[in-house]
């Protein structure tokens, strides 16, 4: 596709359960990031992968939150025994190249919803 | 780390009026700066963007100013329009450069 798909667009579940969101960047892109965004809040940096680099992974704010990039490609972020406070909206962003910042591309997210 | 200020969180003003969003970063390493926009329940949408080598980027109604020894940049946009009406984002680039840290955001209004 031309830009970031993330997938599903919405998702309920309920505290204490697994759940898997999924991120396919824009082709040839080889930087992935995922942040989340709270309601009225800015957006908060989870994870960065680029190319096959260990991934940066300062920003994931408890062992709960996982994160993985096959292929370098499409990447899944995995949120075990999920609490109320995970509720946000999880945005994926691409971009090309390395060696210093580049323009960011974000996809249309993922509403999660803990009740 | 990387600390982003960003004001005023809220900025109502006429169609045709100038619009004017300031922030302010800590971290003197960061060497980029973008700015995006964010309509409603939309992804966000890169508008401009500066780096520290340059002071100054403009886009037809849009301009972006950076002061590095103050470390403040700017969102400037002249001749407003109700479409401009969304929630507007400053970010700069964390010290690695392998994320950025985004400000709280401001929600502009134009009313016609």
């Known amino acids: 596709g031309a830009g970031v798909s993330q997938s599903p667009s919405n998702k309920v579940t309920e505290k204490g359960k697994d759940v898997e969101l999924r991120c396919d960047p824009i082709?040839?892109?080889?930087?992935l990031y995922w942040y989340r965004q709270s309601l009225g809040q800015g957006l908060e940096f989870l994870i960065y992968?680029?190319?096959?680099?260990?991934?940066?992974k300062s920003g994931l704010p408890s062992d709960r939150f996982s994160a993985e990039r096959t292929g370098g490609s499409v990447s899944t972020l995995t949120i075990q025994r999920t609490q109320q406070e995970d509720s946000a909206v999880y945005l994926c962003?691409?971009?090309?190249?390395?060696?210093?910042?580049?323009?960011?591309?974000f996809g249309d997210g993922t509403r999660l919803s803990i009740l | 780390g990387e600390n982003v200020e960003q004001h005023p969180s809220t900025l109502s003003v006429q169609e045709g009026d100038s619009a004017v969003i300031k922030c302010t970063y800590s971290?003197?390493?960061?060497?980029?700066f973008p700015w995006y926009k964010q309509e409603l329940g939309k992804r966000p949408q890169l508008i401009i963007d500066?780096?520290?080598?340059?002071g100054e980027k403009k886009d037809q109604r849009i301009a972006v100013t950076l002061n590095k020894t103050a470390k403040h940049f700017s969102l400037h946009i002249t001749e407003t329009q109700p479409e401009d009406s969304a929630v507007y984002f400053c970010?700069?680039?964390?010290?690695?450069?392998?994320?950025?840290?985004f400000g709280k955001g401001t929600t502009l209004s134009v009313s016609s």
């Open positions: 962003a691409s971009s090309s190249g390395a060696g210093g910042p580049r323009p960011q591309h």
């Open positions: 082709s040839g892109h080889t930087a």
């Open positions: 992968f680029q190319g096959n680099s260990a991934p940066d």
């Open positions: 971290d003197s390493a960061s060497n980029y």
């Open positions: 500066i780096r520290s080598n340059v």
């Open positions: 970010a700069a680039s964390n010290e690695a450069g392998t994320a950025l840290i």
